[in-house]
T-cell receptor, first 117, second 111 residues
Framework: AQKITQTQPGMFVQEKEAVTLDCTYD???????LFWYKQPSSGEMIFLIY??????QNATEGRYSLNFQKARKSANLVISASQLGDSAMYFCAMREALNTNAGKSTFGDGTTLTVKP | NAGVTQTPKFQVLKTGQSMTLQCAQDMNHEYMSWYRQDPGMGLRLIHY???????DQGEVPNGYNVSRSTTEDFPLRLLSAAPSQTSVYFC??????????FGSGTRLTVV
């Protein structure tokens, strides 16, 4: 069964506006982590932000924040003040058994974000 | 610069040929993995390793072998290339609880 679902194949946002990229997940594990990665058109994968299942506060990294709603099993990425350089594919990933070294990560199919000038 | 180094960046193989994709990291990460990314899709796990001498299968292991003789190196071997293995391959490493550091990818075409 799909463990990570990104329902938005493509999103558009005006430059300087905020945008939310959706991610829902499914797990029965108590200790897990949610991760977001950015893949620009050049192809590299860049780690953006991480949220642990036991973290009480939503994670933030600069203009990126993670809206973590544990009961709803969602971990949406919020990008504030969008820039043209934010245009990329964004992947949500989940890793179970977070406190061990063996946890495997499962990736969603990604959302393509286009920032309009 | 510290990170994950993948070679080659591009490769064309004929059906039935074998080859090895190289991956090396200098961050002393115990966990390393190989993913493949097909057009318009997310990453699927091929094989992974939690430390030197230990490897295990991921979601799509058929047609691939790995070994981990050192902490630094984690090569991926294609045994007999097939057109279905045309993809972009990423090597990644991490510490426990951390996000992945990815290599720059290998774009493989099998004709």
């Amino acid at each position: 069964a799909q463990k990570i679902t990104q329902t938005q194949p493509g999103m558009f946002v005006q430059e300087k506006e905020a945008v939310t990229l959706d991610c829902t997940y499914d797990t029965s594990d108590q200790s897990y982590g949610l991760f977001w990665y950015k893949q620009p058109s050049s192809g590299e994968m860049i780690f953006l932000i991480y949220q642990g299942s036991y973290d009480e506060q939503n994670a933030t990294e600069g203009r990126y924040s993670l809206n973590f709603q544990k009961a709803r099993k969602s971990a949406n990425l919020v990008i504030s003040a969008s820039q043209l350089g934010d245009s990329a594919m964004y992947f949500c990933a989940m890793r179970e058994a977070l406190n061990t070294n063996a946890g495997k990560s499962t990736f969603g199919d990604g959302t393509t974000l286009t920032v309009k000038p | 610069n510290a990170g994950v180094t993948q070679t080659p960046k591009f490769q064309v193989l004929k059906t039935g040929q074998s080859m090895t994709l190289q991956c090396a990291q200098d961050m002393n990460h115990e966990y390393m993995s190989w993913y493949r990314q097909d057009p318009g899709m997310g990453l699927r796990l091929i094989h992974y390793s939690v430390g030197a001498g230990i490897t295990d299968q991921g979601e799509v292991p058929n047609g691939y072998n790995v070994s981990r003789s050192t902490t630094e190196d984690f090569p991926l071997r294609l045994l007999s290339a097939a057109p279905s293995q045309t993809s972009v391959y990423f090597c990644a490493s991490r510490v426990t609880g951390g996000g992945y550091t990815f290599g720059s990818g290998t774009r493989l075409t099998v004709v």
